[in-house]
């Protein structure tokens, strides 16, 4: 079984008001280790694009990825909305433009709370 949303699946999950989210991987912020994941989320009649920069911990028990330490001083105000990217008008123009300001990759959208999985995988891989 994979975690993974067809195309498909992924829009019907947005259109739905569902959110999905990817996990893009691990940076280094001010000398800090970091990941980084990416949300499209419906918003306010459009579908909103979110980067979330946070601490990484480096523990593959803790999947709550929305309770890491932000790195990013855009959660200070409004904590675990993360970075907007921008705003799409339908599913489809939001994760395209998410895909393009992320370099997300359109066979790894999961449902939102889903992306800690794959954070975990990360973490098991770099021991």
Do not use: C
Not at 65 to 93: H, I, M, T, W
Request: glycine share 10%; charged share 30%.
């Amino acid at each position: 079984m994979t975690r993974y949303l067809t195309r498909q699946f992924a829009m019907g999950a947005l259109r739905r008001g569902k959110g999905i989210e990817q996990f893009l991987g691990g940076a280094e912020v001010n000398g800090e280790a970091a990941v980084r994941w990416v949300e499209v989320a419906p918003r306010s009649g459009e579908y909103r694009i979110s980067l979330h920069t946070v601490r990484d911990p480096d523990d593959d028990q803790f999947l709550d990825l929305p309770n890491f330490v932000s790195l990013d001083p855009v959660d200070e105000d409004y904590v675990g909305q993360g970075r907007e990217l921008g705003r799409g008008a339908d599913p489809e123009e939001a994760v395209r433009l998410a895909e393009e300001l992320t370099a997300a990759r359109p066979d790894r959208w999961v449902n939102t709370a889903v992306a800690g999985e794959d954070y975990a995988d990360y973490v098991r891989r770099s021991r």
